[in-house]
């Protein structure tokens, strides 16, 4: 069974930095799969924050953290990093890795819903 883990969460100040990983394990063809980061702050709806194609070379970033957000994948290891720069108050939330077949959708250009789900890391950048 397919399963997805994330760990790096922590506090930091405004400014600070943090890697957040996602380690898969089930997966028969990791690199089969579009991975992405969504988070969710409290009261808010969960977001869109990060997307990876399956070769790791395109990316794809919301406005809000392109420039200081790095999305990467290590298909041999099956596993998913975001690097977190120049952090915000506003970024804090739970952060949750998902994996999304890319089955028609090959280059991983389109936006479709996950179908697996870590569970989450907290983030909490303080002002």
């Known amino acids: 069974q397919e399963q997805l883990v994330e760990s790096g969460g922590g506090s930091v100040q405004t400014g600070g930095s943090l890697r957040l990983s996602c380690a898969g394990s089930g997966y028969q063809l990791f690199l089969s799969y579009c991975m992405g980061w969504f988070r969710q702050a409290p009261g808010k709806e969960r977001e869109w924050v990060a997307r990876?194609?399956?070769?790791?070379?395109?990316?794809f970033y919301a406005d809000s953290v392109k420039g200081r957000f790095t999305i990467s994948r290590d298909n041999a290891k099956a596993m998913l990093y975001l690097q977190m720069n120049s952090l915000k108050p506003e970024d804090s939330g739970m952060y949750y890795c998902?994996?999304?077949?890319?089955?028609?959708?090959?280059?991983?250009?389109?936006?479709?819903?996950?179908?697996?789900w870590g569970q989450g890391t907290q983030v909490t950048v303080s002002s």
């Open positions: 990876i194609a399956r070769n790791g070379v395109n990316t």
């Open positions: 998902a994996a999304t077949p890319s089955i028609g959708n090959p280059t991983c250009t389109k936006s479709a819903p996950p179908r697996d």
